[in-house]
């Protein structure tokens, strides 16, 4: 039995869920799915031009796991586009970050979203703050 996937963190839902193409019915078309996680790491990576690593670090995941949903993310869209198929946006392993007011850029911890600590290493030996 395979381990479940870790919970990515993302930003939000998308506004618009459903691509397809024009003057085709819907009955008449393929439908592909491209995961929550999948969306955001389009939408950072290309979107808003961020290294995988800043990516990484926001998701909550590892940086070749960002690698893995992005391959797969940037195959379902160009299939999409070359065969004139239909997109959904919906599901997958993801925990919704509120943005408003706490994670994002602009919030109370200066344009992070980890909040306080997250990315802090303590030293050994319970001490904070430089060596003395």
Request: glycine share 18%.
């Amino acid at each position: 039995m395979s381990r479940p996937p870790k919970q990515r963190i993302v930003t939000g839902r998308p506004a618009v869920t459903v691509y397809k193409p024009a003057g085709v019915p819907a009955r008449e078309l393929r439908w592909t799915g491209l995961t929550l996680d999948e969306f955001e790491a389009i939408r950072l990576v290309d979107g808003d031009g961020l290294d995988q690593e800043a990516v990484a670090a926001r998701m909550g995941v590892s940086r070749p796991t960002v690698t893995r949903i992005l391959a797969s993310a940037r195959r379902k869209v160009a299939q999409v586009l070359a065969d004139g198929q239909a997109l959904v946006i919906e599901g997958g392993p993801v925990a919704v970050a509120p943005v408003p007011g706490g994670l994002g850029p602009g919030g109370p911890w200066g344009g992070g979203y980890g909040g306080r600590g997250r990315g802090r290493r303590r030293r050994r030996g319970g001490r904070r703050g430089p060596p003395a």
